[in-house]
Structure formats: structure tokens, C-alpha cells
DNA sequence: CTGAAAGCGCTAACAG
DNA sequence: CTGTTAGCGCTTTCAG
């Protein structure tokens, strides 16, 4: 059991004072190269290793971000996860990650304890059920940088890294439109969140274009849950007017549908057009390959984590812009190919 | 911009001492209900906050949660991850999550600096470089809960949450056997892991006990990626004896080269069938389905945090076992299935 | 270039 | 039940 070593060890052992041992841990200018390095080669030997609490209860900064997203398991989510540890790990930022599984309490409660662990600012993508915003005034009052991405609020002097849902929904819609779709069926989840909402907006644009959005058309689910497969599908299957397209926001769901209706006998693309939202990989395997929207998540982390760095540097520059707006992309793919005949 | 509020703020305020907030904000028992209420009542509307800084220096604990993990993004570590998340989360502990990316290197800087950040345990899952494990001692030396996960390694009292590989090797080979396979090829990678090492003796078991383990037959990936798909379905295509069954230790290649052998006209499962492992969402999506090992991340992440949580409460029960196997599973779908003919 | 000493905010042993 | 006080280990101002 080896004992922890501190700067006073390395004082007395070396007979210098504490405060030339911190200064030449920290590599500070005025400290003698020949007592840095005497002070180095001491730390080495004893196996001296600072103490974080120490030093930022002094400092009052904890080099560590805290990272809030609803659930942590989804492949766009830990993508994005991935390109924030990546620029935070090379700025010598740690990440505190937590999970609110789509609950306001639990985002309220991790907001809590984040503030009070200390982080030096925050990354939030917000809960579903969130619809207040209060809990963040603990952020916002003493200035500690707050950003939002993917599932975003507007609050005053907090950046959003988001893509242009309404522009990418509309794209979606507009692509099954000049494949011929004309009674297309948006099945999506939580309108409280403005993503989902921007979506539907793009897509309820894109059917009064041609004067064709039907209320009864737009299926909000509440879960993006194999489950509710069976209610989907017969709620298609009832449709009067026979549906002709799907604007699915979620890759994976629109995998599950598309199993069920080629299961109950539709033929994709040619009865039924399809497409997702996320270019998971699940697109590029469930045959016929889904169409989708590219949803950039690992840039999208990168530039979070950029973002907020530019920021806690205090640094101005195209990084600390109020919002960054990622540019989406339709990739079209077997599941709503016009068929030729 | 509020100011922060200390318990000497509230000391004063309230005409007693900081031992006494302290205590009261504590739930201290020999406090006086009537204290601890002013003391709450006063603490709620100065909006005070704890400094965990002094808090952790004081108490020499951070009541958070170290994890090294080889990347955020993919479907099973990400549900480790979520399992672990829970857990730690209920009981109060923050998560500071970080990714080696499969380097020795950075798996060994990630150690260091949850070290430095006084995590109060740690668990990882090693990265496949890793050949090497002096970065653990100073943990293993101060006494740090230590606990690897999927990717272990045997270290004394540290305990370790894995399936039995070499099992779930063998069964998945012989279930190809059992299916009339008799020239079957593995595709892995990293044998330095054991948990790869282990598939590989469990396949070669499984081949031997029918003599016919061909080490040309073993092939060995630096990296499951697709551009590796050619020379994979090249070597396949190569071999004198047809190949007629594949293990690959991994669902996502395995669809890849479901999809690549198609293109190149084997029929699935009738030329070749294929069992892949992790049961991950891509392997029911794909077609024909593949038959795969269940790998049970989420609750693995759910032990994990569990036994290290049972350690750091030092309470001896099933979950503080040195080593804890879980069962996997034979998830039996088309793409193995014997065709009746 | 180096040292002394105060302070970061909280906890806990000891005393009352 | 409450107060006094001495740390926890590091940083930093101010003196030298």
C-alpha cells in the first residue's frame, strides 16, 4: 500500500519550500531550470501524483466538462459522445457523462449534481419530456458556459449545435413527393422537442406545397419502440386513401416498419416509399436499403466540444458562434427509389 | 452573476457555526430538527451549492466513478455503458467515461488522469494494443477499487465481468457443425485479448473434436472494418475446399459479409452459413437474419457498477466475487440454418 | 529565484 | 445539541 506523497514531502526531502515544488510541477518561468528539474526527478522517484481536489478548490476549476444526453445506447447519440471525448481528452478536459432516459426529474437531478461536482461547463441534449428550463439558471447566472446540441432550447448566450430539422424534414418529404408519393404518412415522436417539431414543420410544408397534408396523416408516437409496430401498421393499413409514402424520423423505427409491411405483404418501394432520419448503420443493412438523412453526429460532437473549449478560453472566433447550424444530406437509397414501369 | 454562497455565509446569517450548517445540510442525527430546518430553509433561498472540491479534500472521496472503455460507439459498449450509468447514477456517483480508441498509449494517459482526478474506482476495459499493465498499479497499489469488463485481464483482487468466450466459441461453432458444416473459417481479430483468444481456442476445440482445425482457416483482422471485406471474401473465394461455414467474432462484419458474399452469388445459408456474436441490432435487420451469440452489455454494465459499488461500501456479498461469468447465448436465425433439400 | 503564509470550503475530532 | 479548531493539499500574493 504505497502512501500518498505530497508537495511537502517533496519540500522536506528536498529542502525547498512547498511553493517551489508547485511552481515547478507547474512549470513556472521563474523557477531555476536546475531546481525544476530537481524537483522533477523527486516527483518521479516518490511516485508523486497531484491531488485534483487540492488544487481546484484553489484554483476553482476542475478542467472537466459535464456531458448530459437522454440516453447513452443509440448509435447517433454515442457517436457524438465519441467526438466530444475526443476533443476534450486532447485539451486535457475530463467528461462527466450522464444520463436523463428521457425524464425531466432525472435531467434535473444530473444538472444538480453537475453543477455542484464542479464542471466547468456543460453539454445538454435535452430530455423529451423536458418543458422546463430552470434548472439551468444555476448555469446561466454564474456564467458557466451551457451548450445545447441536437435537442435544443433558446436561452440567452447559449450557443446550439443543430442541424436545419425544418430544411431536412422538407427535403425528406419533398424527395418522396417527386417520387410520385402523394399520401405520405409522417411517423415521428415528441413535438415538445423542437427537432422533432422542425421536422414536422419541413414535412407539413412540403405536403401543402401541393395542397396535400392531412392532419390524420401524422402519427406522433410516443416511444420509437418496437412495440408500437403493430398500431402502426394497421393504422396504415386503414388508411382510406391508400399510403404511398413514409417519412419516418427515425432509422431504426423505419426498419421495424419496413419489416412489418413487407411481413404483411406491401411491396417497397413500390407500394409503399420509405424513409429515415440518421443514416444509422441499420440503413445501409435492412434490405431494401433505406433512404435517409445524414446526420453528421461525430462532427457534430467535435464541434461541441470545440465550441465549448473556444468559449472556457475565453477565445472568439467562429467556434463561439451562437449557433451552428451542420449541413444534412439526403441519401437516397433503394427504399424510395421511383420504379420504373 | 450570483455569487457563490459557503457555509460561513450561512453561518453567519443564521448566528451559528459552519460546523453547525455543515452538519445540518449532512442530515447529521445530533442536530436538532429545528436547526436543520432554518438551516435548509436558509440555504434554499441563498441558493447555496456544496463545493465538492473542499467536500472531496476533505472527506479524501469523489464519489465518482472511473471508466475506460476502447470507444463510446458501438452498440454494445454504449450499453455497458447505459447499464453502468444507471447503476452509478442511483447511487449518487458521477461517471467520468473515457476512450483509448484501442491505443496502449492512451488507455495509459486516461489511467493517469483519473487518477490524478481522485475517482474513487475504476473500470476499463482494456484496449486490444494493450500489452502491458504497470499503468494499473497505482491503483492496485493504493488500494482503488479495480474492475475490467469484457476485455480483462487477471490482476489480484481485481475482479472481472465476462462471459465464458471460450464456450460461446465453441457452442457457435458447433452449432455450424451441427448444421453440417465441416470447412469452416474464423474471422477475428486481436487474439492478443483474451476474450478473442478464447473464442478462437472454443472454435478450434469445437474443430478438433471432428479433426479439422486448419490453421489456414483462422483469419486474423487488425480491425473490423469494411475495407478489409475484399481480401476477406478474396480468401474465401481462394480456398481449395469450399468454405461453408464462418464464425466471425463480430455482428456488425459479419453483415458485411453477408452482404459481400451475396454480391458475389453465394446463396446464405445454402452455400455458406454464418453465425456472428453481441446479437446487435444489425444482425435481426439483416437478411437472411443472422444467428449470433447474445452478449449481455446492458447487464454487464449493470454488475459492473454494482460489484464495484459493493466494493467501495467494503459489504462482501455475490456481486464483490472475484470473477463474474455471465451466460451468453445461442440466438439460432436463418443464416446458419441447415436447408432441407 | 525562493520562502512564508493565507486562503480555497468543507469535515470531524474534541470539548463543552 | 453546538462550537472551536485543525486539517485536507495546492496555489499565489507579497516579501525577501
Redesign the interface.
Known amino acids: ?2 502512501k ?1 506523497v505530497t508537495i511537502y514531502d517533496l519540500a522536506k526531502r528536498l529542502g525547498v519550500s512547498p511553493a517551489t515544488v508547485s511552481r515547478s510541477l507547474n512549470d513556472h518561468p521563474s523557477i531555476s531550470l536546475k531546481t525544476k528539474s530537481k524537483v522533477m526527478l523527486a516527483a518521479e522517484e516518490t ?1 508523486y ?6 488544487s ?2 484553489s484554483l476553482q476549476k ?1 478542467n ?1 466538462i459535464g456531458v448530459i444526453v437522454p ?5 447517433f ?3 457524438v ?2 467526438g466530444i ?2 476533443i476534450a ?1 486532447e485539451a ?1 478536459y ?6 436523463s432516459l428521457e425524464s425531466e426529474e ?1 435531467e434535473k437531478f ?1 444538472t444538480k ?6 464542471v466547468d461547463a456543460l453539454l445538454v441534449s435535452l430530455a423529451n419530456e423536458t418543458k422546463t428550463y430552470d434548472h439551468f439558471n ?1 448555469f446561466t ?3 458557466i458556459p451551457l451548450l445545447f446540441f441536437d435537442r435544443v432550447i433558446n436561452i440567452p448566450d447559449c450557443p446550439t449545435i443543430i442541424i436545419d430539422n425544418l430544411r431536412a424534414g422538407y427535403d425528406a418529404t419533398k424527395h418522396l413527393l417527386d417520387q410520385g408519393c402523394r399520401n405520405i404518412m409522417h411517423i415521428t415522436h415528441g413535438l415538445n422537442r423542437s427537432a422533432y417539431h422542425q421536422r414536422y414543420v419541413g414535412y407539413k410544408k412540403a405536403m401543402d406545397e401541393v395542397t396535400l397534408f392531412k392532419k390524420e396523416n401524422l402519427l406522433v408516437l410516443d416511444q420509437f419502440n418496437s412495440r408500437e409496430i403493430d398500431s402502426v401498421i394497421a393504422k396504415i393499413t386503414a388508411s382510406p386513401e391508400p399510403i404511398d409514402g413514409l417519412f419516418v424520423t427515425n432509422d ?1 423505427f423505419a ?1 421495424y416498419c419496413i ?1 412489418a409491411l413487407l411481413k404483411a405483404g406491401y411491396r417497397i418501394p413500390d407500394d409503399i416509399k420509405i424513409i429515415g432520419f440518421n443514416n444509422d ?2 440503413s445501409e ?3 431494401p436499403e433505406l433512404s435517409t438523412i445524414e446526420y453528421p453526429g ?1 462532427r457534430m460532437g467535435v464541434l461541441a466540444g470545440q465550441s465549448i473549449l473556444s468559449h472556457l478560453n475565453g477565445s472568439i472566433n467562429i467556434e463561439s458562434a451562437d449557433q451552428i447550424l451542420l449541413k444534412h444530406q439526403l441519401i437516397i437509397r433503394q427504399s424510395s427509389r421511383k420504379t420504373t414501369n
Open positions: 500500500m504505497e500518498k511516485g501524483r497531484i491531488n485534483k481536489f487540492a481546484n478548490l476542475s472537466t440516453k447513452l445506447n443509440s448509435d447519440m454515442s457517436t459522445l465519441s471525448e475526443k481528452n486535457g475530463n467528461l462527466i457523462i450522464s444520463q432525472k444530473n449534481t453537475l453543477f455542484e461536482s464542479g444555476t447566472n454564474r456564467k431504426t426498419v419489416k448503420p441499420v443493412v435492412i434490405n461525430y
